[in-house]
């Protein structure tokens, strides 16, 4: 059995919501394809028939531009709620630890890239995010 504790860390929530995520991809059919051989697949899984139906919303990602509108919309819902249920979940000081440790910042003596990743989940307050790097900088064996 699974503590509260332990259901609550950022990778098990993060995980939950990229359950989301995968869902709203499925749903409107959009994927990634980064070779020939990966656009033909997305193709055939999609039963779509010319390339020339789909758009890039970004490098890679590929949808039918008729379905494009629909699924920025309900991207941009699941990512809210995601972010929403982080911060509910972990704890803002939570999301910045993780951050901090997953750009490295203890080893760069920088918060730059963790901070730009914190604006993502409406994390702004530099001296909080400072706070805490001090904190674990302290507890680091660096």
Same mark, same amino acid.
């Given at each position: 059995?699974? +503590?509260?504790?332990?259901?609550?860390?950022?990778?098990?929530?993060?995980?939950?919501?990229?359950?989301?995520?995968?869902?709203?991809?499925?749903?409107?059919?959009?994927?990634?394809?980064?070779?020939?051989?990966?656009?033909?697949?997305?193709?055939?899984?999609?039963?779509?028939?010319?390339?020339?139906?789909?758009?890039?919303?970004? +490098?890679?990602?590929?949808?039918?531009?008729?379905?494009?509108?629909?699924?920025?919309?309900?991207?941009?819902?699941?990512?809210?709620?995601?972010?929403?249920?982080?911060?509910?979940?972990?704890?803002?000081?939570? /999301?910045?630890?993780?951050?901090?440790?997953?750009?490295?910042?203890?080893?760069?003596?920088?918060?730059?890239?963790?901070?730009?990743?914190?604006?993502?989940?409406? /994390?702004?307050?530099?001296?909080?995010?400072?706070? /805490?790097?001090?904190?674990?900088?302290?507890?680091?064996?660096?």
């Amino acid at each position: 059995m699974t +503590t509260q504790t332990q259901q609550n860390t950022f990778g098990s929530v993060r995980q939950e919501g990229q359950v989301r995520m995968n869902a709203v991809f499925k749903k409107h059919g959009a994927f990634f394809a980064y070779s020939g051989d990966q656009m033909q697949k997305g193709l055939i899984d999609n039963g779509i028939e010319n390339k020339a139906e789909l758009t890039s919303l970004t +490098t890679g990602l590929y949808i039918q531009k008729s379905k494009a509108g629909d699924f920025i919309k309900e991207f941009e819902e699941v990512t809210e709620f995601n972010n929403k249920e982080l911060i509910d979940k972990v704890g803002i000081e939570g /999301i910045i630890r993780y951050e901090l440790h997953n750009h490295e910042s203890c080893y760069t003596y920088s918060t730059e890239s963790a901070t730009d990743a914190l604006e993502e989940y409406g /994390i702004t307050d530099k001296d909080l995010i400072n706070k /805490i790097f001090n904190q674990e900088l302290a507890n680091s064996d660096y």
